[in-house]
């Protein structure tokens, strides 16, 4: 059974720092693009980082360029993001997801081209 677990959400203020884990499990996700979205209440699911299968490419949403960082160890199969300079407009649910086809990068930042969801964690920034 695949399970992606999102932790390190919480309530910080303007200019705080946070740091998102997901944790995959029930097979390796090694050969795939993983990403990072976020769902505003009222707002559609937004792309918000995207990184490939080996660490090598990254993307980002134009909104948290410079802000965040993605990254993957394959070998404990976990994906990362690292927020920075956080806004109230970055309040949201943060979910991670995985491509649905291996050694592509083709639609990273279409939430329709990913199979696995997590459950998300929220995040709120207050102002």
């Known amino acids: 059974q695949v399970q992606l677990v999102e932790s390190g959400g919480g309530l910080v203020q303007a200019g705080d720092s946070l740091r998102l884990s997901c944790v995959a499990s029930g097979r390796t996700f090694s050969t795939s693009v993983m990403g990072w979205f976020r769902q505003a209440p009222g707002k559609e699911r937004e792309f918000v980082s995207g990184?490939?299968?080996?660490?090598?490419?990254?993307y980002y949403a134009d909104s948290v360029k410079g802000r965040f960082t993605i990254s993957r160890d394959n070998a404990k199969n976990t994906l990362y993001l690292e927020m920075n300079n956080l806004k109230p407009e970055d309040t949201a649910v943060y979910y991670c997801a995985v491509h649905r086809r291996e050694y592509t990068t083709l639609g990273y930042a279409a939430p329709s081209n990913y199979d696995y969801w997590g459950q998300g964690t929220q995040v709120t920034v207050s102002s």
């Open positions: 990184i490939g299968w080996s660490g090598a490419r990254t």
